[in-house]
């Protein structure tokens, strides 16, 4: 018979707990061509989470906004490009006017 464990309801499971720390580890991580991280955009700062960071790089820093959002728009143009790479191919003026 198996045995029911009791928790308190404002705690969050025990497995869950892992996903959470996992979640925001990843939100500390910097992203790939703008070079800070998803949390520090919203934010402002770094989380404290489990992850070794130098106590000087948790303090707010400011960053100029109208660089990121450029920067922002550049990766989504790459991500663009090689999403629509294989989904069509360019037809010659006279291949469409033969499809009509």
Known sequence: MMELKEFNATEAPPKATDKYLALLDYRATKLKYVGLSSALLLMGRRPHNNLPTARALLKPMSYDSNKVKCLLN???????????????TQLSFWQKKAKT
């Open 74 to 88: 550049k990766t989504k143009h790459i991500q663009k490009h090689y999403h629509n790479r294989r989904k069509t």
